[in-house]
C-alpha cells in the first residue's frame, strides 16, 4: 500500500494537521524494504512527505514573524513545536538511519550522505524539549526587540524606521534621532540580558548531552562544517586584521575628511559625505518590486522571471510596520518549490540591496528545485551566500534608470561606491562577531555573565574598528552584540558572509571583464544545490575558497581602485 502518494498537493491543506495524521506515512516509510532497487523511489517519497511537513513549519514561522503581536499566529507555531517537531525528528532519524544502515548509496548522493551521517551522529531524544525551548526563547528575542518603538516628529514609529533619519544632512538631527533609538535599545538590556544567560545554559547542555566538550563542536557538524576549522576562522580573522582594516580605515578617514569633521560619530555614518540628501529609490512598495524585478531581469531573463513569479504569487512581504519582526530573510517553501522573501523596507537604497541579496537566495531556491531529493537541496551557508551577495555585484551595472533601475547614472555611480565601502566595512564588522562567537563557546562561564560579554565586544571592536568617535557612548557600543540577531538566534551564523562576500567579489571581478560569463557560472553553480563541497561550488562559480590575505588581497585593492574612479 501507498499512502504516500494521497498525501495533499499543498502544504497550506496542511497547516491544522497534528502529529496522528503526519505519523502514519512516516511509519509506511520507516517499514518498508529497502534495496538498490528501489531507494530512489524511497528517496522520492521521503521527500514528498519531508516537503510538506516542513513547508507547514515555515509557513507557521512566517505568520509568527509578520505580526508578533498575533498570539495566536504565536500559538499555532509553538503547539508545531511541542506537539510535532520533537515526533517529526524522531521520525526523520529512523529514516535516516534507515538509509544508512542499508549501506546503499545512491548516484549524486555521496555528499547529502555524509551530511545525513553528521546529522544523525548527533541526535540525542533529551535534546528535543531543548530544542524547542531555544525555539521559543528565539521568538521572544524578536518579540522584544520588534516592539521597539519610538515618538518622532509626532508619531509612533519603530526604531528601524528612524533609519532613514541618519541620512538627513542636518547633524543635530541626526545625533538626536541616533541617541532616541539608542536610549529604547538600551531599556531592554536586562531583558535580553536575560534572555542570553537561558539561551547560552540550554545551548551548552545540549552540547554535553550530545557527548561534546563545547557547543562550537556540536554547532561544527550541525552545520556540515567539513571543509574548514575554527582555526580557519581565526586565520581568516587575521586576514581581514592585514588586508582590510587599513582599507577599512582610510575609507573612515576619507569620510571624515569631507564632513568636515575632526572625529566622526555613530550618527556621521550614513549621511551623504557631499550634503546630498540620501538615495530614495522607492516611495510605494509596488515600485520597490517593479524596479528590482527589471533589475534581476537585466542580470538575465530567467532570473526575473522567478521575481515575476513570487510578484504574482504574493510571495513578498517587504514593508516595516510595528510589531513586525526585524531584520530580513528567505524562506523556501518546499512542497510548493516557491521562495518567500520577509525584510522591513522604509525606502533606502539599502532596502534595494537587501532585497536583491535576498533575490540571490530566492534565486538559488528557484534553481535548485530540479533536485529530485531534499537532501541534495542542503546547501552549505558559506556558498548560499555567495549566491545573494554575488547578485548584488551582478546586479550592480543596471541600477541606473537607463538600465531599468531606480537612479540616474550618477546617483548609479554613488549607489555602487555605497555598497563597495560597506563590503570593505563589512569583513571588519564580521570578524567583531564571529570572533566574539568563538570566545564565548571558548569561555562560557566568563560569557554567561553578560558584562564580561560586554567587554569582550569592546576589546573585539577597537582590535577590528577605528576611526569613529565613540566617547561618551560606551554602553551602546559594549551592548552592540546584543543587537546582533545572529548571536542569539543562529550561533556561529556569520563567518559564512565574510566567506561568501570573497567569493562574491571574485564572481564580480570575473563580471568586470565578461559580465554574460560569470553570470553563467554563477548559475551553473547555483543549480548545484548542495551535491558538491564548498570548494567545488565556488570553483564553478569562478572563485577560489580561501581564508587568507593572499586571496583576500587582490579583491580589496579591486574594490579601492573602483572607489578611487
Request: charged fraction near 25%.
Amino acid at each position: 500500500m501507498d499512502n504516500l502518494r494521497l498525501l495533499p498537493e499543498k502544504a497550506t491543506e496542511m497547516l491544522a494537521w497534528s502529529w496522528p495524521q503526519f505519523e502514519p506515512y512516516y511509519q509506511e516509510l520507516a517499514v518498508r524494504a529497502l534495496s538498490a532497487g528501489n531507494v530512489d523511489a524511497f528517496l522520492t517519497d521521503w521527500t514528498r512527505l519531508h516537503e510538506r511537513l516542513d513547508e507547514v513549519a515555515t509557513r507557521l514561522a512566517i505568520a509568527k514573524d509578520v505580526n508578533t503581536a498575533d498570539k495566536e499566529a504565536e500559538q499555532r507555531f509553538n503547539r508545531f513545536l511541542e506537539e510535532i517537531y520533537q515526533k517529526s525528528q524522531e521520525a526523520e532519524q529512523k529514516l535516516k538511519m534507515k538509509l544508512l544502515e542499508s549501506g546503499l548509496k545512491p548516484a549524486g548522493f555521496e555528499l547529502p550522505l555524509r551530511k545525513m551521517q553528521a546529522d544523525a551522529a548527533l541526535f540525542r531524544e533529551a535534546n528535543l524539549p531543548l530544542q524547542v525551548e531555544v525555539t521559543k526563547l528565539c521568538t521572544e528575542y524578536s518579540k522584544v526587540t520588534g516592539s521597539q518603538t519610538v515618538q518622532w516628529d509626532g508619531k509612533e514609529i519603530t526604531v528601524t524606521q528612524l533609519r532613514p533619519v541618519f541620512q538627513e544632512t542636518d547633524r543635530a538631527r541626526r545625533e538626536k534621532a541616533w541617541r532616541l533609538a539608542a536610549e529604547r535599545q538600551l531599556a531592554d538590556r536586562a531583558a535580553l540580558n536575560e534572555l542570553w544567560q537561558k539561551l547560552l545554559k540550554l545551548r551548552l547542555q545540549m552540547a554535553a548531552n550530545a557527548g561534546f566538550a563545547d557547543y562550537r563542536s556540536l554547532i561544527w557538524q550541525e552545520m556540515f562544517r567539513f571543509d574548514y576549522t575554527p582555526e580557519n576562522c581565526k586565520q581568516f580573522h587575521g586576514a581581514i586584521e592585514e588586508a582590510v582594516v587599513p582599507a577599512a580605515a582610510r575609507v573612515y578617514q576619507r569620510r571624515a575628511k569631507r564632513l568636515g569633521l575632526e572625529a566622526m560619530r555613530p550618527w556621521d555614518l550614513d549621511v551623504d559625505v557631499e550634503g546630498r540628501p540620501a538615495l530614495a529609490p522607492f516611495k510605494e512598495v509596488e515600485q520597490f518590486k517593479s524596479g528590482v524585478h527589471t533589475i534581476l531581469q537585466r542580470v538575465h531573463p530567467q532570473l526575473g522571471g522567478y521575481f515575476q513569479t513570487m510578484m504574482t504569487e504574493g510571495l513578498l512581504d517587504l514593508e516595516n510596520r510595528n510589531n513586525k519582526a526585524p531584520g530580513g530573510y528567505c524562506s523556501t517553501l518546499e512542497a510548493a518549490k516557491r521562495p518567500f522573501i520577509f525584510m522591513n523596507a522604509v525606502g533606502l537604497h539599502g532596502d534595494v540591496m537587501t532585497l536583491i541579496h535576498e533575490g540571490g537566495h530566492a534565486c538559488h531556491s528557484f534553481e535548485a528545485s530540479r533536485l529530485p531529493w531534499h537532501q541534495q537541496r542542503q546547501v552549505g551557508l558559506e556558498f548560499a551566500e555567495v549566491a545573494s551577495m554575488g547578485m548584488e555585484l551582478l546586479a550592480a551595472p543596471y541600477f541606473a534608470k537607463a538600465a531599468g533601475g531606480f537612479y540616474t547614472e550618477a546617483e548609479a555611480g554613488r549607489a555602487l561606491a555605497e555598497n563597495l565601502e560597506k563590503d570593505l566595512l563589512f569583513w571588519p564588522y564580521m570578524a567583531v562577531v564571529d570572533a566574539f562567537q568563538h570566545w564565548v563557546y571558548e569561555n562560557p562561564a566568563a560569557a554567561m555573565e553578560p558584562a564580561n560579554c560586554d567587554r569582550q565586544w569592546t576589546k573585539l571592536w577597537r582590535r577590528f574598528t577605528a576611526g569613529v568617535d565613540w566617547t561618551g557612548l560606551e554602553d551602546v557600543l559594549e551592548t552592540g552584540w546584543q543587537r546582533k540577531l545572529h548571536i542569539f538566534l543562529v550561533p556561529f551564523y556569520y563567518v559564512e558572509y565574510g566567506l561568501a562576500q570573497l567569493g562574491a567579489a571574485q564572481v564580480w571581478a570575473n563580471a568586470l571583464k565578461d559580465q554574460a560569463g560569470a553570470v553563467a557560472a554563477y548559475r551553473r553553480a547555483l543549480a548545484l544545490g548542495g551535491t558538491k563541497s564548498l570548494p567545488e561550488l565556488y570553483a564553478t562559480a569562478g572563485a577560489k575558497f580561501a581564508f587568507d590575505s593572499v586571496t583576500l588581497g587582490p579583491v580589496v585593492s579591486l574594490m579601492e581602485e573602483k572607489l578611487a574612479v
